[in-house]
């Protein structure tokens, strides 16, 4: 059966993008609204993007209160801050929740209305131009169609979906990850790791995705924990960015699985950073996963060098997620009480979190069938 495979319009990547991006932003338009955030106008990053648009005689305005995961009420004050300075294309600075919320201010800059609007649609608006330049290597957003926006009314994360919402230009250049503190790195990391495994292991993973979702996986067990150890190691880092990139292309195309739809819902009730919570839930998500998929998560063992090819593959695929295990410890990542979650108000909650994981669509692409009741075993299994 025929796939499409969507890819952002133009990638520049390594040493110098920026300085290279130059004549694509000066193609895009005459005002741009940077969306960013206040860390990364203290660390200078910032200066760097305007410094580049002032030589191409650009006009821009910045929009810096992204303070956390994007939320509708967010993207309404970056619309409001588009229009009023009368932009006509974007560029996110920053990690997923910059480049989310110029996503979500992009499908309403010219049909209006609430971005809660699209919730369960396809967004077909037309959008300005676009060009994200991500500072973590994580989410891989400037990769996708894909937008993750909190309803704070409903106090649900959105994943909204659109092909318009694909980024023109993404700008891979590793010196804005060079400043990401360790947790950051980790959490991040964690999250394209996650990434690149569910997109190999879903149910909708195809041919070209495959090499990507297997390649990012390879790359980032090579260097996610010398980036964390080591945050001014450059090949690290310029690895990481490409992994990042290499996961969110692969799950663009083949979709996530049931550790993101399961990690959506903590996140919106609990604040709890994104990769930090599919890190959380890597081990008991891929254990549950692993008897739908031997055959794939043994193909991960031996790629990461966790097992041989005389291994069967419930050897591989068990080698594999012990991997992952002791990848996340190696990483220091917290259980949900050392997050600051009460386990009391985290089970008041399970039959929700468990609701809002199904609706999402996510856990469904799996390699093996859940249901609701599986879904609230496993949050109950995280304590």
Known sequence: ?????????????????????????????????????????????????????????????IFWEVTGEPTDLMVEKALAAYKGQNCDFLIALGGGSAIDTMKAVASLAESGGEISDYMGKEIQADTPPMAAIPTTAGTGSEATQFTIITDTKKDIKMLLKGKVLMPDMAVIDARFTMTAPPKITAATGLDALCHGVEAYTSRKAQDMSDTFALSAVKRIFRYLPIAYREGENQEAR?????????????????????????????????HVAHGLSNAMLLKECLSFALPGAWKRFGDLGRAVGAASETDTDQEAGRKFL???????????????????IQREKFFEVIDKMAHDAMESGSPQNTMRDVTEEQVKEIYKKLW
């Open 238 to 270: 310029e690895q990481m960015a490409l992994a990042a990139l290499e996961a969110g292309i692969a799950f663009n195309n083949s979709s996530v699985t049931i550790i993101h739809g399961m990690s959506r819902p903590i996140g919106a009730l609990f």
């Open 1 to 61: 059966m025929a796939r499409d495979f969507i890819m952002p319009g133009h990638i520049i990547s390594g040493p110098g993008a920026l300085e290279q991006a130059g004549a694509g932003f000066a193609s895009f338009g005459k005002k741009a609204l940077i969306v960013t955030d206040k860390t990364m106008i203290d660390l200078g990053n910032c200066k760097k993007v305007e410094e580049v648009l002032q030589d191409h005689e650009i006009d821009y305005h």
């Open 322 to 340: 012990a991997e992952v295990e002791s990848l996340v410890q190696e990483l220091d990542i917290p259980d949900l009480e050392g997050a600051g």
